[in-house]
């Protein structure tokens, strides 16, 4: 029985230490991405996943109005000349807030509804931490 409890409390002292050191490998700034909304003429709409959300940067609801979908911590894309097509609606990406880059590309002006609240990111090609 002490040998069961021993185990026991050696488990939980390195699960501990796994999950601190998964932490602290977390870029700052690099967040976690869904495409919600694939609207045309890359009026796009992302979702925030994970829990390091900047909820002064994205809308904390929105509704679609052509749908009637509701979205939670949201944002339009800014950076329609570098975000890349081959992501489609669904698809999860990792990413960094880019003010920085110029966009500077020819886009249709179809209106497709977004988020009051836009950014400009850069998607990254793996993990935050990577």
């Keep these: 029985m002490k040998l069961l409890l021993l185990l026991g409390m050696l488990s939980l002292l390195t699960t501990s230490k796994t999950c601190k050191k998964k932490q602290a490998n977390i870029t700052p700034g690099c967040y ?52 890349p097509n081959t992501i489609n609606e669904g698809d999860e990406f990792y990413f960094t807030i880019d003010s920085t880059t110029v966009q500077n590309c020819a886009v249709c002006m179809m209106y497709y509804p977004t988020p009051p609240r836009q950014l400009s990111i850069k998607i990254l090609d793996g993990p935050c931490g990577q």
Excluded: P, Q
Aim: aromatic residues 10%; positive net charge.
């Design 32 to 83: 976690r991405g869904k495409l919600m909304v694939k609207g045309g003429c890359m009026n796009y709409t992302i979702g925030m996943i994970g829990d390091n959300i900047d909820t002064a940067r994205v809308a904390a609801s929105w509704t679609d109005e052509n749908t009637g979908r509701t979205f939670r911590n949201v944002f339009a894309l800014g950076s329609r000349c570098t975000f």
